[in-house]
């Protein structure tokens, strides 16, 4: 089964609004946990990670959320812009020894719409 | 400049026929890995390898083997490739330790056709 699920294919939101993705996990022994994004025809490069000893990390207009009892965590983007407009992908895993087995959703394409 | 390079960009195979994917970086990345990429199934684990001649099965090795001699350079191969492995192949290396250890950099993809 998928260990690490996106729930919504695709989202929409107006220019300024926040965008909140969504991502739920199955392994209780993940332990590191990232958003990337990806423009079409281009590689996925990282956004944000977390620790699992952390329940919310905040970067610019970024922040992750970590709730470790659901399996959940998910990203926030405020005042969304046009540029935000990719596909985001969300991976856990396991830290072995500082490399990360890293499993990855399916993806949610978020649409800013101005 | 940090980069992983992917070679080719585009490939076109028959049935039947042996695939080589080359990868290489230049960040001196001890962790590397091989994914692929199909619509609704986001990236999903080939190989990943540690170190040279270290390399670990992913969630779907089967079909695939690699091949790490050198710590910059991380081979992909498919031998007698089927129609099921059209798809989009990244290569990824992660420092694997200090600060960003598991931050995985990305090539640009090689996009498989095999008919």
């Known amino acids: 089964g998928q260990q690490v699920k996106q729930s919504s294919p695709s989202l929409t939101v107006q220019e300024g609004g926040i965008s909140i993705l969504n991502c739920d996990y199955e392994n209780d022994m993940f332990d590191y946990f990232a958003w990337y994004k990806k423009y079409p025809d281009n590689s996925p490069t990282l956004l944000i990670s977390?620790?699992?000893?952390?329940d919310k990390r905040e970067d610019g207009r970024l922040t992750v959320f970590l709730n470790k009892s659901g399996k959940h965590f998910s990203l926030h983007i405020t005042a969304s812009q046009p540029e935000d407009t990719a596909v985001y992908l969300c991976?856990?895993?396991?830290?072995?020894?500082?490399?990360?087995?890293?499993?990855f959703g399916e993806g949610t394409k978020l649409t800013v719409s101005s | 400049d940090m980069k992983v390079t992917q070679m080719p960009r585009y490939l076109i195979k028959r049935m039947g026929e042996n695939v080589l994917l080359e990868c290489g970086q230049d960040?001196?990345?001890?962790?590397m890995y091989w994914y692929r990429q199909d619509p609704g199934l986001g990236l999903q684990l080939i190989y990943i390898?540690?170190?040279?001649?270290?390399?670990s099965e992913g969630d779907i090795p089967k079909g695939y083997r690699v091949s790490r001699k050198k710590r910059e350079h991380f081979s992909l191969i498919l031998d007698s490739a089927k129609t099921n492995q059209t798809s989009v192949y990244f290569c990824?290396?992660?420092?694997?330790?200090?600060?960003?250890?598991?931050?995985?950099?990305f090539g640009s993809g090689t996009r498989l056709t095999v008919l």
């Open positions: 977390v620790r699992s000893n952390v």
């Open positions: 991976a856990a895993g396991v830290n072995q020894g500082g490399s990360a087995k890293l499993i």
């Open positions: 960040m001196s990345h001890e962790t």
């Open positions: 990824a290396s992660s420092p694997g330790t200090g600060r960003g250890a598991e931050t995985l950099y």
């Open positions: 390898s540690y170190d040279v001649d270290s390399n």
